[in-house]
């Protein structure tokens, strides 16, 4: 059974830095994308960033666009998000997800059409 191992959270103040990686574990896995979504207290998870395998398309959520970049490692099968310019508000849990098969653009932005996930990994942004 593949899983989704993340690291690098912590805790930064506001207008640090963090890298979060995740890669697969546990298998062989081949993924259409893989992405990032994050979830604070009180609130429902929400997208942060999904990156395409064929083609390197990326997304962003408009909270973290010009802050956040995600990328890739081919060889290592796995994906990071940079975050630079950390604010408050991006406090909060982040999890990895992969999707193994097409879907558009759109449907992305919804943790409904991934099939993987990781455990998360606790981002805490002092002010």
């Known amino acids: 059974q593949v899983q989704l191992v993340e690291s690098g959270g912590g805790l930064v103040q506001a207008g640090g830095s963090l890298r979060l990686s995740c890669a697969p574990s546990?298998?062989?896995?081949?993924?259409?994308?893989m992405g990032w979504f994050r979830q604070a207290p009180g609130k429902e998870r929400e997208f942060v960033a999904v990156?395409?395998?064929?083609?390197?398309?990326?997304y962003y959520a408009d909270s973290v666009k010009g802050r956040f970049t995600i990328s890739r490692d081919n060889a290592k099968n796995t994906v990071y998000l940079q975050m630079n310019s950390l604010e408050f508000e991006d406090t909060a849990v982040y999890y990895c997800?992969?999707?193994?098969?097409?879907?558009?653009?759109?449907?992305?932005?919804?943790?409904?059409?991934?099939?993987?996930w990781g455990q998360g990994t606790q981002v805490t942004v002092s002010s």
């Open positions: 546990g298998g062989t896995f081949s993924s259409y994308a």
């Open positions: 990156l395409t395998w064929n083609g390197g398309s990326t």
């Open positions: 997800a992969a999707r193994d098969t097409y879907a558009s653009g759109r449907s992305l932005g919804r943790d409904s059409a991934y099939n993987y």
